[in-house]
């Protein structure tokens, strides 16, 4: 097994007890009907996808009887296994996480058919970005407000194919990584260090083929970038290694952010926030989904997204700028080259 497949399941066995704040095992014993957990009409969460330990750390969170009063009485009352087919390190998580969940008095069912008629809201958690669309797109007929987790898509062309089915079925949604709510990220980009004049992160960075390279988990400091700096970047260069790589995008206003995308090493998030007063603020760690868990909860309550459109289209097309800046040798690549390209091709995927 390669040492950054390793490093990985470690991190996210770590981040499934940091984020669950729970030791394991952890009963759910009220609320329960039949022997599982309810709540009232209005907040029965469902969960699609197993294959990452993001839907039990969420129940985790959500279902017991003294869960924070600031998640809103919110419940996780059903899942389904529904993830990737075809890789290894997330359909071998599907036993673990399905156990997981059960123990929080999650009912498990088949299908997302069979989801449906049992929640009121959906969190789409499939670690594979290659079914997003198609899985959103049974979620958006039956009307529900969801919670698509990242990446979005696995290509732009889909993300944007994702925000006009929205649009279409009246659906309101939100994409974020964990990452977005570090406390210090928030701070930069509310204005501890006054008006940003560039941004450097670092964050993982693990390959898998199936995916476009940042698209898999480089997407945990793109997302870190963009919180900051906003959706206007340019332009996207890509230095690429077999064991970093160093992506540098140009924002509005001239203002530079970077990312190193690490191979090597430990799992770390952080960076480095510059004001244009000369004001610096140290980004990091990442410190598990309590902080994610409320604001996808205050978003089911208004259907009101905390993360700009704009912003997480933004997200994708400078991945999509990196993948065709590496393909290229390290040329520097326009988010208004890779937009038209998907736009096109976009508007031919039926919805």
Request: glycine share 10%; net charge positive.
């Amino acid at each position: 097994m390669a040492r950054s497949t390793l490093h990985r399941r470690r991190f996210l066995q770590q981040t499934a007890l940091i984020g669950a704040g729970v030791i394991a095992g952890q009963s759910v014993s009220a609320g329960r009907s039949a022997g599982y957990v309810s709540a009232p009409e209005g907040k029965r969460i469902g969960v699609i996808g197993l294959d990452t330990e993001h839907g039990p750390a969420f129940a985790k969170l959500l279902n017991p009887a003294d869960a924070s009063p600031e998640l809103g009485g919110y419940k996780v009352v059903a899942a389904c296994k529904h993830g990737s087919y075809d890789i290894k390190t997330s359909v071998d998580m599907i036993p673990g996480n399905t156990a997981a969940i059960e123990k929080q008095g999650v009912r498990m069912v088949d299908s997302i058919a069979e989801l449906l008629p049992l929640v009121d809201v959906v969190m789409l958690e499939t670690n594979d970005g290659r079914l997003h669309l198609q899985q959103a797109l049974e979620v958006f007929r039956s009307g529900k407000t969801t919670f698509i987790d990242k990446p979005i898509a696995a290509s732009l062309a889909d993300t944007l194919a994702i925000y006009r089915a929205a649009e279409h079925y009246k659906v309101p949604i939100f994409s974020s990584s964990t990452l977005r709510y570090i406390e210090s990220v928030q701070q930069a980009a509310n204005g501890a260090v006054g008006e940003i004049a560039g941004v450097d992160v670092f964050a993982p960075a693990s390959i898998e083929k199936t995916h476009p390279d940042l698209f898999w988990y480089g997407i945990h400091g793109v997302e870190m970038l963009f919180t900051i700096l906003g959706a206007g970047c340019r332009k996207v260069q890509r230095t690429f290694t077999d064991a970093s790589d160093l992506i540098v995008g140009v924002w509005d206003g001239d203002r530079i952010g970077s990312m190193r995308g690490v191979r090597t090493g430990n799992y770390e998030f952080g960076g480095r926030a510059y004001g244009k007063k000369g004001q610096c603020l140290t980004l990091g760690n990442f410190t598990g989904y309590a902080p994610l868990v409320p604001q996808i909860i205050r978003f089911f309550q208004t259907g009101r997204s905390p993360a700009p459109a704009a912003q997480t289209i933004g997200i994708v097309a400078f991945m999509e700028a990196a993948e065709l800046s590496k393909k290229q040798g390290g040329k520097a690549v326009s988010i208004e080259t890779v937009m038209k390209k998907a736009q096109k091709k976009s508007s031919s995927i039926n919805i």
